[in-house]
């Protein structure tokens, strides 16, 4: 885990998170399981890494409550500050910039048709100029295949290789946090503090309350894995067959 240097979030980019507990707009649950965590800020990270050829330096690297890779505070030339996702290496006192015609370097941001073959990356676009949208977990890295005509071939976490235009944005680097998914929570009261409440099994419930449930003593589910609500829970693909883009996919993952 990097050091952290900073334990105060920058006050012009932060505000208060809402709590919504798993509740809709209508005060409906629709997500489970989901409520009384500890207050927090959010912290507003640049996805869009859009401040091009302006170089920045890295002032401090900070904890993050909302996400579980730290963050990095950059001070523009310019006067501006933001914060970005922190890849394993940068440290305080490293320069950053963003641009199509920049260094290859740990912590950039560039166009996918400018990333060497090879290059291990991070929240990557999409779409142009709509920002990073995957690879933003602590420890993931895509890696850049291939190049054809507009399009930039990348391996995904998960082993999808999908096709990409080329002149989305991507950081160079892995993130870093590596070992935060081996890291114990210690006690149940960590969990709480992430907004996670205690979830109970099917099998101990009662038959009206989940498939599972009923039976006399320790019984197994006896039929096959179900939600509370009856739909099949596993081995159900839930893609769209004529999804839009599938297209882009060269390689389907597992």
């Not at 676009?125 to 993931?140: D, H, N």
């Not at 892995?174 to 114990?184: A, C, E, F, M, Y």
């Not at 099949?232 to 839009?244: E, M, N, Q």
Request: with cysteine; aromatic share 6%; proline share 5%.
């Amino acid at each position: 885990m990097m050091q952290v240097t900073k334990f105060h979030p920058e006050k012009t980019l932060k505000f208060i998170l809402p709590k919504t507990s798993g509740r809709n707009s209508t005060g409906h649950i629709t997500a489970r399981h989901i409520g009384g965590r500890s207050k927090r800020f959010y912290r507003m990270i640049d996805f869009k890494r859009d401040k091009l050829d302006v170089s920045g330096n890295v002032m401090a690297i900070e904890y993050d409550p909302n996400r579980n890779v730290d963050i990095a505070l950059v001070y523009y030339k310019d006067g501006d500050k933001r914060y970005i996702l922190t890849p394993l290496g940068l440290s305080v006192g490293d320069t950053v910039i963003s641009g199509r015609d920049v260094e290859t370097k740990t912590g950039n941001s560039m166009p996918l048709s400018a990333v060497p073959v090879g290059t291990s990356i991070h929240n990557i676009e999409l779409t142009k100029g709509r920002g990073g949208q995957i690879v933003r977990g602590a420890g993931t890295m895509a890696t850049v295949l291939a190049k054809e005509g507009r399009f930039v071939h990348v391996k995904l976490p998960s082993g999808e290789v999908r096709k990409i235009m080329g002149d989305c944005f991507a950081t160079v680097g892995q993130l870093g946090n590596i070992d935060v998914k081996s890291t114990p929570l210690g006690k149940a009261g960590r969990a709480r503090n992430f907004g996670s409440r205690p979830k109970v099994r099917g099998t101990a419930q009662h038959p009206g309350s989940h498939p599972h449930g009923g039976g006399e003593g320790r019984s197994g589910e006896g039929m096959h894995a179900k939600t509370p609500w009856g739909k099949l829970a596993r081995g159900v693909k839930t893609r769209k067959k004529r999804k839009f883009s599938n297209r882009y996919i060269l390689t389907r993952r597992k």
